[in-house]
């Protein structure tokens, strides 16, 4: 493993977020789970490296990921010095700030205080001068949207960051967003939503409109519902899945009903010769306003998996009519009380 794959850009396509000059590969690799203190670093280096030789050259990060909290940074941090320092103009690395970091009121939330410390921190965690995109991770309800987009604002100004975006925020709050950061002349040229086969609120909510109105990109995050959409667990929890853990996927989330649509999903992915986890990040990406699918993986086998959905976005009418029937609501959106505001 040496990141030095001379053709890893012919390996998947690329597509322009929103109309920036930003484009994004149509995978892109997050660090949320299994890059924290609790796994390997050289599991997780290998993972990483097996992202970068394969294309995926946009790896995305939140001031918390871990456990323990901020620890998924440091790691990546550690890979961008060992393995990719001759490659950071080829990078881009994303960070978020709003969900719990510290304790104290400026540990959350989006006040101006709260995410200029928080890129300051993770910027010092990653070992950076600056990251590609810095997201408003959550909508708050009690901070000005002028003052979190106001320091979103300066954070490019400052050099901090490149690009800025919102993660979760609804359509409603998402235009008004974007006109602050438009006047201020820092254009917000991405979202970052839950949505799969299971979780369709951006289709049925007008994010989806409201995103292509402002010019904004779309990068879609758990597309595979946290490992919901694949074959893994049609017959059992195994111990080494994410449901094990029964954390983020919790275990009541495996309703019969749900396993039975994912049974189906599984059959419709096999007669178009795919896995599920593929099926699952082609359909994401069917869509051309989704500017690219945001997964995870606990493995570099599911990351080789998941790249070749890459090849086969497209899908006839009657297999999307089909896939219609079982890729319905399944109250898995964790993230729904963010997206709630209006
Ligand atoms: P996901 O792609 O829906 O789920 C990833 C999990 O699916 C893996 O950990 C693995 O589960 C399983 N998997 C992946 N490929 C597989 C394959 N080929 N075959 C079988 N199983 C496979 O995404 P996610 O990890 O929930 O989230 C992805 C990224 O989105 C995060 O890392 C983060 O960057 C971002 N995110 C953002 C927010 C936000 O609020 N903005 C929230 C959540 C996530 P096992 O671990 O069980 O093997």
Redesign the pocket.
């Known amino acids: 493993m040496t990141a030095s794959k001379q053709n890893r850009y012919d390996v998947i396509p690329y597509r322009r977020c929103g109309n920036s000059g930003l484009k994004l590969p149509v995978l892109s690799f997050?660090?949320?789970?299994?890059f924290g203190d609790n796994v390997s670093f050289d599991h997780i280096r290998e993972m990483c490296l097996t992202s970068f030789d394969n294309g995926i050259c946009h790896f995305?990060l939140a001031n918390n990921y871990g456990p323990p909290p901020g620890s998924a940074e440091t790691n990546f941090g550690r890979i961008l010095r060992q393995d990719l320092a001759g490659h950071r103009d080829e990078l881009i690395i994303s960070s978020?700030a709003g969900y719990l970091m510290w304790p104290g009121p400026y540990g959350e939330w989006g006040s101006r205080k709260s995410i200029i410390a928080s890129c300051d921190q993770s910027l010092a965690r990653l070992g950076v001068d600056y990251v590609d995109i810095f997201y408003s991770?959550r909508f708050d309800p009690e901070t000005p949207l002028e003052e979190t987009m106001g320091a979103l604002d300066s954070l490019v100004r400052q050099g901090k960051a490149l690009y800025v975006g919102l993660?979760?925020y609804s359509a409603s709050k998402t235009a008004e967003a974007a006109a602050i950061l438009k006047r201020l002349g820092t254009p917000a040229i991405i979202h970052?939503p839950?949505y799969?086969m299971l979780n369709r609120w951006i289709e049925t909510n007008g994010l989806l409109d409201a995103l292509s109105d402002n010019n904004m990109g779309c990068i879609a995050?758990?597309?595979?519902?946290?490992?919901l959409l694949?074959d893994?667990y049609l017959n059992g929890i195994k111990d080494?899945?994410?449901?094990a853990q029964n954390a983020s996927l919790n275990q009541s989330q495996l309703a019969p009903e749900t396993l039975e649509k994912i049974g189906h999903l599984n059959r419709i992915a096999a007669e178009r010769g795919q896995?599920l986890?593929q099926m699952a990040i082609s359909w994401v990406l069917r869509d051309p306003r989704v500017t690219s699918a945001?997964?995870?993986?606990?493995r570099s086998s599911?990351i080789l998996?998941?790249i070749q959905a890459a090849n086969n976005t497209d899908f006839s009418p009657e297999e999307l009519t089909e896939i219609d029937v079982y890729a319905t609501e399944s109250g898995i959106n964790l993230?729904s009380a963010s997206s709630a505001h209006n």
Request: charged share 15%.
């Open positions: 997050g660090l949320w789970q299994n995305d978020k991770h993660s979760s970052q839950s799969s995050f758990s597309p595979l519902a946290q490992g694949t893994k080494n899945s994410r449901a896995t986890a945001l997964f995870g993986a606990s599911q998996d998941c993230w």
